[in-house]
């Protein structure tokens, strides 16, 4: 008896060395195979996974454990975006002795799929500890084979490119330039930590971090470094080939937004970065890790530039190869932007800006067709190379660009307000003229005193002081006065500022500041990139003396800045 019993108990064991299989042991051999299958089905529905595995035979090298098997349901239920789980039918039939057919059809509700319904079958056998469902791929979807992976890949959009009138492109999607490492040549990682602290003065803890990731998760190359495009010197380049496991790329691992004018259309471009809170708050289709429009045209067109990302779940074989699409939403690219602006004539703008200001000093040129008003250049300096912010900025640069001294961040063009002197003569004469008090052969009634005369011995310039109720300011100056005879012609040829005051104050505060809102001062310019707007009082109408700010406005300063 003894020996009868040894081989009854071997047999069992025998058979789970032979398949390789796991039983869970929930199931007895008092419960049937319909209760078994019923079972096994309702925490499907329930999608409570860890239960549905009590009853389950495990025949695949896909699952071995209760934890793999639940997240093997519950990451492509997940990547299917699965809310809903309903039975519409089940059965369960003999199909030998101790071997039924289970048979059933669920309704997956997706969010991405809408309702799918699909028909599932399983073996159901008896076994030392009572019935057992027989595990395959197919219970999760009907289509799985054994080896069959799930994936869920994004599909990037294409930030749209910038150009000028001219073809140049002025943004664009390239790559940087990138040390890597290739693990599957087995590289020394002390060796190639030494090397890059000496020749690229990188911090070795970094290096050692990203090597530790790339080992933990079994990736075959891990980027090192990136740095701006065109900035790793063929000398660097030579020596990286010369260690062991170490490469250098510029065309496939760091993708980023290249900028070839640099410094000479910095402020118009602009640049990208990260999102900001209200950024995030405000679009559900950015993360942390999306990079948007800071600055320039990248800011002001980032809804046109930006794309948006599709994605695509499919069934991929043991081989890596497409077997099934289950989902796909495609991808949309950005537009891409054609400006007016000129490259040729931005760099010379910018290169004769820069070569002819001295440290300290700073200056805006804008070029623009008359005819149009289409910008053709437009350069502030100094100004700062854009292609930098692709990547962490070091102490020193950050501190210059944010500095209290050159600001060159600010685009002098369009965001600096300056007071506009004698070119604003032409505009501040027309109150008079449409009041009807100044006209071409008009001469204005009034005695000027010539430099270094009586009552003028200290000025360079002739004086004028008028001679009105409540004026308090002094005498107004002019280098030069217009010759005879004094009218409207002769005093814009000489930009007399005592003419142009003089006929300021003839027209008076109300008709004269009621004609600056008419032509906009006060207002900013409609423009593609934000334009400061002007102002004709920088304090408090209190605390204005009104008399002094319209004869100063009549030549062009004063308080008066566009």
């Known amino acids: 008896m003894k020996k009868k019993l040894l081989i009854y108990i071997l047999v069992p064991l025998l058979l789970l060395v032979f398949t390789g299989a796991a039983f869970t042991g929930c ?85 991405l799929l809408g309702v799918l319904t699909y028909d599932y079958s399983a073996d159901i056998v008896a076994g030392p500890q009572g019935y057992t469902v027989l595990y395959t791929p197919s219970l999760i979807l009907p289509m799985l084979e054994e080896g069959d992976r799930v994936r869920s890949t994004t599909q990037e959009g294409a930030r749209g490119e910038i150009f000028s009138a001219d073809g140049a492109v002025l943004a664009k999607n390239d ?65 990286v080939a010369g260690i062991n496991g170490l490469g250098f790329d510029d065309s496939r691992f760091s993708p980023v937004r290249y900028y070839p004018l640099k410094d000479d259309a910095a402020h118009i471009i602009g640049y990208l970065g990260s999102p900001s809170d ?42 890596g190869s497409l077997k099934q699409v289950l989902f796909e939403d495609e991808k949309t690219d950005g537009q891409n932007i054609e400006l007016s602006i000129d490259s040729k004539t931005q760099e010379r703008a910018y290169t004769l800006m820069a070569s002819n200001l001295v440290d300290g000093q700073s200056g805006a040129v804008i070029v623009m067709d008359y005819s149009t008003g289409a910008v053709e250049a437009m350069v502030s300096y100094p100004s700062f190379d854009n292609n930098l912010f692709n990547f962490p900025l070091d102490e020193a640069t950050w501190n210059y660009y944010n500095g209290d001294e050159d600001h060159p961040l600010i685009n002098r063009a369009i965001q600096s307000a300056y007071m506009p002197g004698s070119s604003f003569k032409p505009f501040s004469s027309l109150p008079a003229i449409e009041g009807g008090l100044l006209d071409a052969d008009s001469v204005p009634p009034i005695t000027k005193k010539p430099p270094h005369s009586e009552g003028n011995e200290e000025s360079g310039s002739h004086s004028w002081t008028p001679d009105i109720e409540g004026w308090h300011s002094g005498a107004i100056y002019s280098k030069t006065v217009a010759e005879s005879p004094y009218n409207y012609e002769m005093a814009m040829k000489s930009s ?39 102002s004709m009082l920088s304090q408090s109408e209190d605390e204005v003396d009104w008399l002094d700010w319209l004869a100063r406005t009549g030549y062009g300063t004063g308080e008066l800045v566009i």
């Open 278 to 319: 209200e950024q995030l708050a405000a679009n559900e289709d950015l993360t942390e890790y999306s990079t948007v429009g800071k600055s320039g045209l990248e800011m002001q067109y980032e809804e046109v530039l930006r794309g948006s990302d599709g994605r695509i779940i499919y069934i991929e074989d043991e081989k």
């Open 175 to 239: 790559y940087a330039d990138s040390v890597y490492i290739d693990l599957e040549k087995g590289p020394d990682i002390e060796e190639v930590k030494a090397f890059l602290t000496a020749n690229f003065s990188v911090d070795a803890e970094t290096i050692q971090k990203k090597y530790d990731n790339a080992v933990e998760k079994g990736y075959p190359l891990e980027v090192l470094l990136s740095y701006p495009k065109g900035t790793i010197t063929d000398e660097q380049k030579e020596a």
């Open 496 to 534: 007399d500022n005592i003419f142009f005051a003089y006929y300021a104050l003839q027209a008076g505060v109300d008709p004269f500041e009621s004609y600056m809102e008419k032509i906009g001062i006060g207002e900013a310019p409609q423009f593609e990139l934000p334009v400061t707007a002007s």
């Open 27 to 111: 199931s007895t051999l008092t419960d049937s195979a319909d209760s078994v299958g019923g079972a096994f089905v309702n925490k499907l529905v329930a999608r409570d996974y860890s239960g549905a595995f009590d009853y389950v035979y495990v025949l695949t090298a896909d699952v071995g454990t209760r934890d793999e098997f639940v997240a093997r349901f519950t990451n492509i239920y997940d990547a299917l975006e699965v809310s809903d789980v309903k039975l519409v039918s089940r059965s369960v039939e003999p199909v030998s002795d101790n071997e039924y057919e289970l048979k059933y059809t669920l309704a997956l509700t997706s969010r």
